[in-house]
């Protein structure tokens, strides 16, 4: 498929405008607090024999409107999960506000309804109710995402099990700055909602979503956040923001500042066999500590012309004040188990960055009864490393190593969507346009490696299709992405057509959601695409030691992944069931340098096939004042691989389980206890030689009515956050242990005035390219 073909379905796709002569029936539903109710079943049907005529699913503003294509009076029915079931007769027109009441047979005897965290099926995946819970009082958005089911908090950020990384959106805007969920209070969040199998609207490389919608506060003036946190671990880390907003009829101005500092401290303990025509060991020992401090900005508006209109401008700018990198690098070195060399390395390295700059703008409107948004992001950044490993040989010639790695990118992206209701469903058409341009040197001036110069530019346009249609117990929703992709590689400033790449995808995804008795379901299948990151492409050697280097592979093909998906939701019950089908995978991998074959060069390779099979299931009722949450999972998966020359099977499975505790105290106060476990297996190529055991246990206290908070917490409190991987490559062993200074005390101090959630919706563009960056 061209682009011409593509461009050509797009436009008649935009071009559909049905109007049908029936009778519109429409209203809102709200619950017993007058809050919107999102995602219910609202149903048309004949008075004499209950049979199907029309259907569709309340609105997240709890709107819902379809037609009675006869105009004669018929039976309107709204149901939802938890809710007492409303039959109304109807024939035309505006039904008005329809309120809902809670079922309190559906919740049973242990639920205490002002405490339970309901969690249900929406449209594309589980919605947790936040606002009026237990999960309202956790303190953060990084406590409350810790506690939705299926979610794992990791060093680095969160984890969808058996699914990655998510994307995660705030009021449909991409989070850029991780920091934002540490800032963003759990009081002012209304839901979570978890996207197991994003449909065609998501770039192809999304395997996760997670939604984060807050709560819209009322009223016009000033407002204002102050946030703290201390944490000790082996050292200090400070972090501070300040927020301020003010809102004036439709206008909404904002701005942040924050300041971070911090100190980590890594330990790595690494084994390795190199088999080669000599039989090579390495015992190393390797402890590196950071300092880095940051100073964030940013500053927006948006503006809301009606209820129909609005805009809306955000700049974002972080600079990097500071950033040392000191390590100490121990080596005992062996030739066929005889002592060899004993090398010790004392490296540094200092960053030198510019400000990076996000820009992002937006519009989002009602045309009759369609929605159109359109953003636009523009993103730049530009980091100089400047690096110097001191390495002391005891029995050869000494060696000092220094480097130069400057990278800088550029990005600009946009995307316009429309959606607009068709034969009783609703159809969405969109596109979005995505360049980038990085350039990345790496300069060696002794020359132990070699010198290079490489730029990648890439030019990605992509539209997709979704349509979704009531059905008398659910929904059926499909559509289709399409990608082309221009993939262009430089070396030394010369065009390699070898290495330069096009791509044209077509990625078809299919839903099926519903209700059966008091179980919600979900079946969905899609195909995307995980694309290798920039630094993966990358021709840089990285020198480690004179045994170790690392590099990227520019040959690097992308994966294209089939995911089967499964959801359930019963009372305070879910599960998940998915299978994958991953080609070209792409491993972590270790060859034999040309001439050395005493050194490993570590890199990535493609593979051909990899099945994976996720089973999860959670429960989180409500007792009293207690409120427990309690998942566990596997992810298995098979693979045979040729390596060190033999053929090994990868196919133990890996076990998790979570078992978090809140205890919501008179007197404002929250107690928590969450333990977190994870079993050895096989994930890829590696072979996980330890288990995981995570404890974290916090208070938290409210004072001011509400308007001061303090919190301490325990994080990793009996420090089993490490990990230990088994690898196997070409003609190579390595046994890694890694862990940090992951058991901390942290203080955080909140206080509040007068504050308001800022409504800016834009939800940016460009975001796989620039997380390949």
Known sequence: MNIRKAIFALSVALGISVSLQAQTVSGRLVDEESRPM???????????????????????????????????????????????????????????????????????????????????????????????????????????????????????????????????????????DKEELAQLSSEDIKSVEVIHNPGARYDASVGAVVRIRTVKRQGDGFGFRLSGDYNQSENTDLNGQADVNYRHGGLDVFGMVG??????????????????????????????????????????????????????????IVKTLRRHDNGTFKSDVQAFGEPYDVLSSATSMRSDAKPTHSLNAYYAGKIGKGELEWDADYYS??????????????????RTVTSENVVSNKLAATKLSFTHPLWGGSASVGGEYTFTDRHDDYINPEGYVPTSYSRIREHNLAAYVQYSHPLPFGQVSAGVRYEHVDFDYFDNGTFMPSQSRTYDNLFPNVSLSGQLGKVQFQLSYAARTQRPSYSQLSNNVLYANRFTWQTGNPRLKPTITHDITAVAAWRFMQAMVSYKLNRDYIFYWGTTV???????????????????????????????LWNPSIGAGMLKQWLTMTAAGEERRYNKPVFMAQWNNVFNLPAGFVVNADFNYQSRGNVQNLEMKDEHYVLNIGVRKSLLNDALSLELRGNDLLHRMKDGTLMYFERAMMYDKSWSDTRSVTLTVRYKFNTARSKYRGTGAGHDARGRM
């Open 259 to 316: 300041i971070a500092r911090y100190v980590t401290r890594a330990y790595d303990r690494l084994e390795q066999q190199t088999f080669a025509d000599t039989l090579w060991t390495q015992r190393n020992n390797y402890r590196n500590d950071t300092d880095a401090r940051t100073l964030r900005g940013r500053v927006g508006f948006n503006y809301d012309f009606n209820d129909r209109h609005s805009i809306g401008v955000r700049y974002d």
């Open 594 to 624: 040309e001439g050395q074959s005493a050194v490993t060069l570590l890199n990535r390779i493609n593979h051909g096939r990899l099945p994976q099979l996720t089973v999860f299931v959670s429960a989180s009722p409500t007792i009293g």
């Open 38 to 176: 999102a995602f219910a079943n609202v149903v048309i049907l004949s008075p004499e024999d209950s049979s199907y005529i029309a259907g569709t699913v309340s609105r997240e503003d709890g709107t819902f409107s379809l037609n009675n294509s006869s105009g004669q009076e018929r039976l309107l029915r709204v149901s939802s999960v938890g809710y007492v079931t409303i039959y109304k007769r109807c024939s035309g027109g505006d039904m008005g506000v329809i309120g809902m009441k809670t079922d309190e047979n559906v919740l049973g005897e242990v639920v205490v309804k002002s405490q339970l965290p309901v969690t249900r099926l929406g449209d594309e995946g589980l919605i947790t109710n936040v606002e009026g819970s237990v999960l309202s009082r956790m303190g953060t958005a990084n406590d409350v995402l810790a506690r939705i089911p299926g979610l794992q908090r990791k060093k680095d950020g969160f984890e969808v099990f058996g699914k990655g990384t998510p994307l995660i959106y705030i009021n449909g805007r991409k989070l850029r």
């Open 381 to 398: 950044s530009d980091n100089t490393d400047r690096s110097q490993n001191l390495e002391n040989s005891a029995e050869h010639d000494d």
